[in-house]
């Protein structure tokens, strides 16, 4: 278990396709072991999508989508294109470091949606240029039409994009306003 004086961190960063379909899920340390059920996690938090746009017309930050437990929050952001991000918080996420002082940087107990603002747009960003590189091809078949085929999902694996969540990922910190 994390120190009570840890910092919240994120658990994983999920990029969904406008199919609902996964494209790619980042997870982050002590999280690397719990791919299925940040998986069944990230699957849930796209319920709580569907939900809203019935209910009211969506904005881009969509805030806190779930609350897990004490420990883990998912937050969402929806892009015009529709394509989804899904950020999860662990709140006892990675202990301060040995040379940080405790008493300047109190527990934090919640956080701000606008805490992840930059985060989410960090990732949009990654993804941007994913889409502005000539060698990248967007799949924008329906799973109905891929399963029809015979083929699989589409997941993206440039590893320069990849690289830019894991920097997001651990770069991240509450209160951080630009990453």
């Known amino acids: 278990m994390a ?3 840890s910092s919240p961190a994120i658990a994983a960063i999920a990029v969904i396709g406008k199919h609902d379909n996964p494209l790619h899920i980042s997870l982050f340390p002590p999280h690397l ?8 996690l990230v699957y849930s938090c796209l319920d709580i999508f569907s939900l809203r746009a019935q209910s009211k017309t969506l904005d881009q930050d969509l805030g806190l989508l779930q609350a897990i437990d004490e420990r883990l929050a998912a ?3 929806l892009t015009n294109t529709g394509i989804k991000f899904i950020i999860v918080v662990d709140m006892m996420g990675r202990p301060p470091a040995p040379d940080e002082d ?4 109190p527990p934090i107990l919640g956080l701000r949606d606008a805490d992840l603002k930059p985060a ?3 990732v949009q960003t990654a993804y941007i240029h994913l889409m502005l590189n000539p060698f990248y091809s967007p799949d924008d078949r329906t799973p109905l039409q891929i399963a029809n085929y015979g083929g699989k999902s589409p997941e993206i694996t440039s590893k320069k994009f990849i690289d830019e969540l894991q920097r997001i990922g651990k770069a991240w910190a509450p209160g951080v306003t630009t990453i």
Request: charged letters at 30%.
């Open 102 to 105: 405790k008493r300047k940087f």
């Open 75 to 77: 937050y969402g952001w």
């Open 3 to 5: 120190a009570i004086n």
């Open 33 to 40: 072991e719990s791919e299925f059920s940040m998986q069944s």
């Open 120 to 122: 989410f747009r960090a």
